[in-house]
């Protein structure tokens, strides 16, 4: 079972697979911008423990141009081996543009924390 509810909250049962597009917003929510990824961006999903910080994350996946769809949205998928092993509860998901620039590469946060919730079978 899948349901993302319209403020971004995830429920995935342990051990089913999961495809989404992910919308890189460079507007506002009024006048919403597409950011389509260019060839040295990277995009991060972390799913990690309540209190857990994003670079010990539990999960984490890496999106690049080449995960692209038709619309120009990266697609996260996770498969059953990701979640399988996790203990049924509440996790929190974060996702983060790197984008490279002179010097320091720049980070965005495109989702903030949000909660994602592991079911049971």
Known sequence: MLNISNNGIIRLSRGDSFSCPVFVNMGT?????????????????????????????????????????????AVLTLVPSDTENLVVGLYYYTIKLRRPTEGEPQVDTVVPNRQFWIEGE
Do not use: C, H
Request: a negative charge; glycine letters at 2%; hydrophobic letters at 35%.
């Open 29 to 73: 929510e009024l006048v919403p911008i597409r950011y389509e990824l260019q060839d040295d961006d990277k995009l991060y999903f972390a799913l990690m423990e309540p209190n857990q910080p994003f670079e010990e994350a539990i999960l984490k996946k890496v999106l690049t141009k080449d995960d692209l769809n038709e619309n120009g949205d």
